[in-house]
């Protein structure tokens, strides 16, 4: 049922990155609008679009260090269940490198999400980690000094068109190099390296369809 709102009482036509909201337990990037009582919705406004409730994730501010450092509750409970070689251990003194390996599951998604740390003010220190060591950073459960590092998290699309294709006026298939070049680029200036690190990789783990 469409929610109907005289316009000075919704702010619309916003749009997330990723890192605010989960719609259906996952990270929900696109456009929205906020209701008269701040209820985040999918959609430009109360009339166009899904108007689907979205969750606000959960911030961990434990250090002044995090970059985009935002779980849900219920991910972080899912990564308790992980396989024995995806724990992580805490007498590490540096991030661990990881090399995700999607299953059939994040291919019917069509995205999963990358997490990444690098020190400080350092460009040229990119590592890639693991989802159980980006929420051990998150909460300070790390064997190194979190102080001196910064981690963030990118929505990586892996099924879909190569290239974004227009079969229509309002039927726009997003392509995966050019969203995953969007969603680097936009994780940049707050996370400088990123795109260095990535290299123009942008069809890494896809199985691109007609």
Known sequence: MIRYYPSFATKNNQITKGTEFLLKGEPYSGKFYYDNDGTAYTGTDPVHGSNLLLQPIKKYPKNSFLSNNFVSTNFAKELTNITPTLKLNL???????????????????????????????????????????????TNGEVGYDISFYQVVSILWKITGPLNTQRLSQYDIRAGIIDTNKRLTEAAEPNFVGIDAFIGGDYTKFAKPTS
């Open 91 to 137: 007498d590490n003194l540096e991030p661990t490198t990881y090399y995700p390996q999607p299953i059939d599951s994040d291919y019917q998604k069509g995205y999963i999400t990358r997490y990444f740390a690098k020190k400080i003010n350092q460009s040229g220190y990119v590592v890639e980690i693991s989802p159980s060591e980006y929420v051990a950073f």
